[in-house]
């Protein structure tokens, strides 16, 4: 089975989350409002997520070597939907 092209993978997401945590810790533009105590790169980087502002692209190698980019705005929306808005 080929995971749809729409959706994010559980290891999709946390490799988005810890890469633009990452990316944060190291100085990167904030894209969000963020509160003075909250601080923690993570913490943003998962509001960054749940506002669909996550500046990364995502491709796959499916298993024929076939490289497909995921369209990141809409697999952020489909997995807020299928979890309920949680990460």
């Given at each position: 089975?080929?995971?749809?092209?729409?959706?994010?993978?559980?290891?999709?997401?946390?490799?988005?989350?810890?890469?633009?945590?990452?990316?944060?810790?190291?100085?990167?533009?904030?894209?969000?409002?963020?509160?003075?105590?909250?601080?923690?790169?993570?913490?943003?980087?998962?509001?960054?997520?749940?506002?669909?502002?996550?500046?990364?692209?995502?491709?796959?190698?499916?298993?024929?070597?076939?490289?497909?980019?995921?369209?990141?705005?809409?697999?952020?929306?489909?997995?807020?939907?299928?979890?309920?808005?949680n990460i």
């Amino acid at each position: 089975m080929i995971w749809p092209k729409e959706k994010l993978t559980r290891f999709e997401v946390a490799r988005i989350l810890g890469a633009r945590g990452l990316q944060i810790s190291l100085g990167a533009p904030i894209l969000v409002k963020i509160e003075k105590e909250d601080i923690e790169p993570i913490a943003i980087a998962e509001e960054e997520f749940k506002q669909a502002k996550v500046p990364m692209t995502i491709r796959r190698t499916l298993p024929d070597e076939e490289k497909v980019v995921v369209d990141i705005k809409k697999g952020i929306k489909n997995w807020l939907d299928d979890h309920a808005g949680n990460i």
